[in-house]
Structures are given as structure tokens and as C-alpha cells.
């Protein structure tokens, strides 16, 4: 009978150490492979770790090659523009700054953030009048969209670095957009094109499954 008892105790915990296992590998990913040395505070405030992500694309990590990779500007521009990542990261001035991403999935992580502005970006480009959104296309083919109003306002980010280290490719390299008061939907990862458009009803890859356009922090998710 001892054994019998002893049997079943080691069985429950084998499904109890599963569950668990399976639990946490859904929170926290191992650690990853980064290019410098992280850091874990920034003007006495307190980073997440870059591996406290959960891993959430649409078709998994994207391995983008530096030497090769091209930014394309398209749309109701009047000469449409490539730049290289080299081009991008050292011809434009650089910027950080702490900013918060929250997941729909309930997760939340503070980040330091460090890329150049959106605007100044745009400032390169000789837009149509009618220009009001811009449109954000992914390596896998994920899109989303912001108002230019809105990139103006808020000094929006598009970020190489994340906590002193370039970004990883399971976090978007080569620039993930630091959507800052969005919810993380429209934080879009290794972006490959900037598209400039006026179609205000645009819906991308989740907005167009349901989730909301506006995507405010202080809103629902869900229109």
C-alpha cells in the first residue's frame, strides 16, 4: 500500500510540474542572445528585463539581415524613399526615454527606449496635402496604423535599442514603433515599410479582427 501511495504522489506532482511548466514558458521565455550589456534601472526608475515578454506575433520571431535591410517610405508622398539601417540609426538624431507597454493579454513591461522620432522621419518626406495617417507594414506581414496628429503630439518613437542593447530579433529588430498611451497591438515589430495615407478607416492586422482603431491605453481594446 505504501508504494501504491508513494506512486500516486509522484504522479500528481509530474502534472503539477507540467502545468506549472507550461504556465511560466507562457510569462517568461528563456533568456535571449543580446548585443551589449542590459541594464536594469535608468535615472532611478526600475526596467523590466528584456526577457519578460510573452512571445505573441503573428508568425513568430523574424530574422532580418542589417546589412541588406531597407526602410521603404510609399504612398502620398511625392518621391517615394529607401533608407538603411545604417542610414536610419546614425544620420537621424537619437532619443530615449522610459515608456510602459501594456499588453491586452494583461502583461505590462517599463522598457528604456532608445531610436529616432517618427517626425523626423516624416520631416524627410515631401507629403500630399490630404496625408493624414500613417501606416505601419511588419516583415510577416502584420500592419497597423497611426494618425499623423497623433506621431506629432506624443514624439513617437521608433526604436533600435531597448534597456542600452540593441533590440533582439524576437523583439523586433531592427525597429519596433514605441506606440506610447496605446495598448500593445499597435506597438508594431521589424518594420520593413512606412506607408503615408489619408484613408482614415484603415484597420490592420488585429484592428481588423475586432480590436479597436484608436487602441487608447484608457479605453477597451475591443470596439
Not at 50 to 57: A, L, P, Q, W
Not at 136 to 144: K, M
Not at 147 to 161: F, P
Request: glycine fraction near 6%; hydrophobic fraction near 40%.
Amino acid at each position: 500500500m505504501n508504494n501504491i501511495k508513494i506512486q500516486k504522489c509522484n504522479v500528481v506532482s509530474v502534472v503539477i510540474f507540467i502545468t506549472l511548466s507550461i504556465f511560466f514558458s507562457g510569462c517568461l521565455e528563456e533568456s535571449i542572445e543580446l548585443d551589449g550589456v542590459e541594464i536594469n534601472e535608468y535615472e532611478g526608475e526600475k526596467l523590466s528585463s528584456i526577457n519578460y515578454f510573452r512571445e505573441n506575433s503573428i508568425k513568430g520571431p523574424q530574422k532580418i539581415n542589417r546589412d541588406t535591410y531597407v526602410l521603404k517610405i510609399s504612398g502620398l508622398i511625392k518621391e517615394q524613399k529607401e533608407f538603411s539601417y545604417d542610414e536610419l540609426v546614425n544620420d537621424f538624431q537619437s532619443y530615449k526615454k522610459v515608456v510602459r507597454l501594456n499588453c491586452v493579454e494583461g502583461w505590462s513591461v517599463d522598457i528604456l527606449w532608445e531610436g529616432f522620432l517618427v517626425e523626423d522621419l516624416l520631416n524627410e518626406l515631401q507629403m500630399i496635402d490630404n496625408a493624414s495617417i500613417v501606416i505601419f507594414h511588419a516583415e510577416d506581414g502584420y500592419t497597423t496604423s497611426l494618425t499623423i496628429e497623433y506621431i506629432l503630439e506624443n514624439d513617437i518613437l521608433m526604436a533600435y535599442k531597448m534597456n542600452n542593447v540593441t533590440l533582439p530579433e524576437e523583439r523586433g529588430f531592427p525597429f519596433q514603433l514605441v506606440a506610447e498611451s496605446k495598448w500593445g497591438y499597435k506597438w508594431i515589430k521589424w518594420i520593413t515599410e512606412i506607408e503615408i495615407s489619408n484613408n482614415l478607416l484603415y484597420k490592420g492586422y488585429w484592428e481588423s479582427r475586432g480590436y479597436s482603431n484608436s487602441a487608447n491605453i484608457n479605453e477597451s481594446f475591443f470596439d
